[in-house]
């Protein structure tokens, strides 16, 4: 089973300033890498798929990056509604996701 | 406009057994395999199960292998989970997810709202 390791577990922030969320595959993905956005009581929701391509309706201050074992979502400006929980995931061998990134209000 | 509605999430004692559906809209439902994901309450996200749009090929997480089986109904539109032996590790909110394919791998791109499946004596 490939394992992804997200880091930072929780990332402090204030509103406007750039978020760099990271994600590592145990073992290569190439480029079979998603990135999902969850808000309290609410269902996951696709922002990147295949690393860097942003999914449908998806701001562009979202961007995805990377390739092989390690990936990076950044937020280029941190709005209001971005505070949540992020999710990679992995589709090149079954699917696997990572344990997610806390963003917060500092 | 994509609509995927869970239902059958209940309170269920450890050992029971549960069958959880999903009616799909707004897209062909036999053009594309179908997932159940789940999440247990405070946890993070954990891919259950899958089913090609024949119906023909099945694949399942191995913490639920042998006690869940994935199916599905074209001429409904619906997706099912049915589950047995349960534990209080099933406990979670169960998602009925629509992919989008890209070269041959699927991404998650329509979630259902959930329903929860809570396993206590």
């Known amino acids: 089973e490939i394992v992804l390791t997200q880091s930072p577990a929780t990332l402090s922030l204030s509103p406007g300033e750039r978020a760099t969320l990271s994600c590592r595959a145990s073992q290569s993905v190439g480029t079979y890498l998603a990135w999902y956005q969850q808000k309290p009581g609410q269902a996951p929701r696709l922002l990147i798929f295949?690393?860097?391509n942003r999914a449908t309706g998806i701001p562009a201050r979202f961007s995805g990056s990377g390739s092989e074992t390690d990936f990076t979502l950044t937020i280029s400006s941190l709005e209001p509604e971005d505070f949540a929980v992020y999710y990679c995931q992995q589709c090149n061998l079954g699917f696997t996701f990572g344990q997610g990134t806390k963003l917060e209000i500092k | 406009e994509v609509q995927l509605v869970e239902s059958g999430g209940d309170l269920v004692q450890p050992g029971g057994s549960l069958r959880l559906s999903c009616v799909a809209s707004g897209f062909s439902f036999s053009d594309y395999s179908m997932y159940w994901v789940r999440q247990a309450p405070g946890k993070g996200l954990e891919w259950v199960s899958g089913?090609?749009?024949?119906?023909?090929?099945?694949d399942y997480a191995d913490s639920v292998k042998g006690r869940f089986t994935v199916s599905r109904d074209s001429l409904k539109s619906t997706l099912f989970l049915h589950m047995s032996s349960l534990t209080a590790a099933d406990t979670a909110v169960y998602y009925c997810v629509k992919p989008f394919g890209l070269r041959g791998h699927d991404y998650f791109d329509f979630w259902g709202q959930g329903t929860l499946v809570s396993v206590s004596s």
């Open positions: 089913i090609r749009g024949s119906g023909a090929i099945t």
């Open positions: 295949d690393a860097s």
